[in-house]
């Protein structure tokens, strides 16, 4: 592999994860959560799957690591939805949780030294004809399925937020939750939906990270994913294609450090890895008032 | 089970030793931390910067610990504070100043400058600030001059205690006494009355509330630099930045009520350290009891408040 192949695969590779959690965490902002307990069902997400994949092979380990997900956002909307509790306090709480919870787990399923576990991993799936175009090919088109699913998810749920009558409804609850509700939109329903799907997303996120990557857990290696999800959704203007384009941007940058280091750059990597999250503070001070849903993190 | 919490509680208060080089030692920055989450919390500002904030107030410290000693001499200790705390404070500034003129939601902002402290934390220990052999990333240790005294050679604890200690007693005062801390108040439990009242300035207010947490956070960072760790390396905070959210959350938000609440926290680490080394019940453990405990007070509070409104709107007329 040339340079310029292994930086797009592993910009790639990288994105993934990102692009899944992002696009969660974009519908339940949309819906007016902030959903900071992502983070803990991507880590709950990444246990499931390790546990699972053993016995049921690598399509049951992406399943428990949505239901897993999803569990951790039944936990967060029935504090934010049901009791409306403060979302920025009970996400924090629930991200604690998830963290603390699979690291004790683990060391209890799989003893103190956490034994040398490999998981079976998603072979890669080449995409006949394209996978063979030189350079972009090996890159972009010798994947896990996953990927592929990820990106394709993004116009997916653009279809979803602008084209459909509950797409205008879960947008409505995120920006006048109290108008949608004199129109006659179940607002509790539609957030608790939302952090749901959110959730579920972040724990297949989970599921990528052990399934389509390292082949194994370790305690905290969501290593703030779901909180970069919130990072990607800012610097996606709250937008689909925004998030596709942002959670790429955030793996460009991390495959930069690979480059930085095999080239020697007289440029520290570490200094690269901030370029996102600089680069995501800029994009909110330009961002439109109007961007970001009225009612973000808002409890009405 | 019972071998468990034993070491649990021999590991935080069950020695002299363990409660004063353990507990008090790890509760120093969680009351700093904790009382900068609740004063800003209490203003309406949800800073969950407070880690990238004791980033840097320990890098800043450390800089001053490791090249000022020469001038500064016995000066340097109170000048490497002060500069943490200041770092802490222009760390939160640029979140406080997003926020009031580009109403970014700090939430997202104080999120984004943790990890980039935390960049910049490696960079330093890898680049400018690396000790002089160039093989461990980590700073040279700074000069005794520089060091928080400790209270013994039988303990690790040192003087910082006492400074959290104060700043508590201060920051309630302040908060319950004076007129900066009314206006602090007012802001919190309702901007906009406070706003409409026209004798408010809710945004200086808001910013003044955020850079002192970021201050405070700042100081918990020197603090630990010059009276724990000695330099400064990655993972310098096991994530006492977040930990204080749930210190400030079970201490209701009240500054008094974070010297019980870091207490605990404190103690609950500490011993879930020995109880990992000496049980083999993972440490983890405390991380769930952590974040029930939180759970639990938030969802006290939101059922009173249910309750609350449900009175208002459904009682007799």
């Known amino acids: 592999m040339s340079a310029l192949e292994s930086v797009l695969a592993a910009m790639i590779r990288t994105a993934t994860p990102l692009l899944l959690a992002g696009l969660g965490e974009l519908v339940t902002e949309r819906a007016g959560v902030i959903n900071i307990g992502l983070e803990g069902a991507v ?5 499931a799957a390790t546990v699972a994949a053993p016995p049921l092979g690598v399509a049951g380990g992406y399943l428990s690591a949505l239901v897993a997900g999803a569990a951790v956002g039944v936990l967060m909307a029935t504090f934010v939805v049901v009791l409306r509790a403060d979302q920025i306090i009970s996400g924090t709480a629930v991200a604690l949780l998830g963290l603390g919870l699979t690291g004790a787990l683990y060391h209890d399923i799989y003893g103190a030294g956490g034994v040398a576990l490999t998981v079976p991993t998603s072979r890669s799936f080449d995409i006949p004809v394209l996978s063979g175009v030189p350079v972009l090919g090996p890159a972009l088109f010798q994947q896990p399925l996953m990927s592929y699913m990820a990106f394709l998810l993004a116009p997916a749920l653009a279809w979803f937020l602008y084209r459909t009558h509950a797409g205008l409804s879960l947008r409505a609850v995120g920006e006048a939750p109290h108008a949608a509700r004199a129109a006659g939109v179940a607002v509790d329903r539609f957030r608790v ?24 857990f370790a305690e905290g290696m969501s290593a703030g994913r779901g909180f970069i999800a919130i990072a990607i959704v800012a610097l996606g203007r709250w937008t689909p294609t925004g998030v596709l384009v942002a959670s790429l941007v955030f793996g460009f940058a991390t495959a930069m450090q690979y480059v930085v280091q095999a080239l020697g750059w007289p440029l520290r990597y570490e200094l690269v890895l901030t370029l996102p999250y600089v680069l995501t503070l800029v ?8 961007a970001a849903p009225a009612y973000l993190a808002r409890t009405d | 089970m019972m071998s468990a919490l034993y070491a ?23 009351m700093l931390t904790g009382l900068g989450v609740a004063v800003a919390f209490r203003a309406g500002v949800f800073n969950i910067g ?10 800043a410290a450390t800089a001053v610990g490791l090249h000022g000693s020469g001038m500064l001499g016995p000066a340097t200790l109170p000048v490497a504070l002060v500069a943490g705390a200041l770092a802490g404070a222009a760390w939160a500034g640029i979140a406080a100043v997003l926020r009031v003129r580009f109403g970014v939601l700090e939430v997202i902002s104080t999120l984004m400058l943790n990890f980039v402290a935390a960049d910049l934390v490696s960079y330093l220990v890898r680049g400018p600030l690396q000790e002089p052999l160039h093989i461990y990333p980590q700073s040279s240790s700074i000069p005794a001059i520089a060091r928080l005294p400790q209270f013994g050679p039988a303990t690790r604890l040192h003087w910082g205690i006492v400074i959290a200690v104060v700043l508590v007693f201060v920051v309630a005062w302040e908060l319950a006494h004076t007129a900066a801390g009314f206006r602090v108040r007012a802001v919190g439990a309702n901007p906009s009355a406070a706003w409409a009242t026209g004798r408010v300035p809710v945004s200086r207010v808001t910013t003044r509330a955020f850079l002192f947490s970021g201050l405070l956070a700042g100081l918990a960072g020197a603090i630990e630099v010059t009276g724990v760790t000695y330099a400064l390396y990655e993972n310098l905070s096991p994530g006492y930045g977040f930990t204080a959210i749930a210190v400030a959350i079970l201490a209701g938000l009240q500054p008094l009520g974070v010297l019980p609440s870091a207490l605990v926290f404190a103690g609950l680490e500490s011993g879930a350290t020995a ?12 991380s769930v009891v952590e974040a029930g405990l939180i759970l639990a007070v938030v969802g006290v509070i939101a059922l009173r408040a249910r309750a609350r409104s449900a009175a208002a709107n459904g009682g007799p007329p």
């Open chain 1, 43 to 47: 880590i709950c997400g990444a246990l």
């Open chain 1, 193 to 216: 939906g939302a952090i749901i799907f959110g959730s579920a997303l972040g724990g297949a996120a989970g599921g990528v990270l052990v399934l389509a990557q390292s082949g194994t």
């Open chain 1, 283 to 290: 994009a909110l001070v330009l961002a439109p008032r109007g």
């Open chain 2, 8 to 30: 649990l509680w021999a590991g935080s208060f069950g020695s002299w030793y363990a409660f004063t080089s353990g507990t008090l030692v790890r509760a120093v920055p969680l």
């Open chain 2, 50 to 59: 407070a880690e990238g904030q004791l980033l840097a107030g320990a890098v």
């Open chain 2, 275 to 286: 109880m990992q080394r000496d049980a083999g019940v993972p440490a983890a453990w405390a």
